[in-house]
């Protein structure tokens, strides 16, 4: 539970720098100047109102007449409005690009569309969940749209094999079983701005669960996990649940890339709707297994047995990966080298094969 707890909030600790360095928008770079030539008139004002006090106790002292006093303060008044339309001057080159900013993205906002904006952050997830995106300062610039960074969760189906990739034949002493990815992901292009190869690196939770075929459950002893009849009555369900941290690598290929030319060079354009297929490789560790066990008792009362595995469960997973991808709609296949089940569990079928989809994604 404390592993559990310390991973989630490595999680929201890496969620919470990613959004912080969100670019700065358009709205806050002219609150920003803004601020800074109101500071300079406050600033330059105090000045001018201290020196016309100094004026006026002169005037009062006798030093100076009326008439001296009002031509000297229309003299200084004059004075500071220079000083401050000077600051101003040394300002407007900040002033044009912010304004030159707004007119491009007033521009150009009828071609950031709903469909753009769901390519860019979803990356093939079918529902999209993206917190407000950064307003570029070139929203045209196809740069802008090879990039990505968040949080993509899927869902998959689990079937036990030997050695085939898949087996559906009866008699199979697991059911077909369900597993559920949660992965914190980038995703950036390889090579020069035309190349039709992305790479993907991502830090992940998976969560697997296992139900044995029939009204059959999972046992151990002191030597070996296997599968046995339920001998009492009311049976309800039975599973596996494993977790694991894993860390995926893929490489993506776009087969019908898209381009566009942008101030002079050449770019892969990835707001377009582009086939992608991805090949990759996954490694991970397993922090959390339990044998659960559910039935009603003589009594009726539902009991809810949960066990740790002491045996049977290989400690580390490492697979392949494939995958494909056509604007919001991902579809994978995951097949474990290394068996979910080691030597010590008495099951025929030990090596996991996923087929799954992208259901969405959070990107910033």
Known sequence: MKLKILLTGAFMFLFSISYSQSKVTLKKQM????????????EERNKMNAEFDLLEKKMKAGEISESEMNEQKNTAAIRYEAIINDEIDRQKDEYEEITGKTVRRALFKSNIDKKNSLFRTARGALLDLTFEQPEFDEPEDPKNYLESFGYVAGISLINFTDNKFFNFSKGNELKNSMSGNFSLRYENQLGKTTSSVFYRLGLGWRLDTVIPSGDKIFAQDDKNLYITEFTGNNFKNAWLRTDYIYVPVEAIFVLNPKYKDYNGARYIDNT??????????????????????????????RMDIREGVSKGLNPFIFG???????????????????????????IRNKRGVQIGIDLWALTF
């Open 31 to 42: 609150e920003n100047y803004t601020n800074k030539i109101d500071s300079v008139v406050v």
């Open 272 to 301: 377009k709707k582009q086939l992608r297929v991805g090949v990759g490789l996954y490694g991970g560790v397993k922090v959390n297994d339990r044998i659960h066990l559910q039935y009603k008792n003589d009594f009726g009362n």
């Open 320 to 346: 392949g990966k494939i995958s494909i991808e056509y604007f919001g709609f991902n579809i994978y296949v995951m097949k474990d080298f290394t068996p979910v089940f080691n030597n010590d569990a008495l």
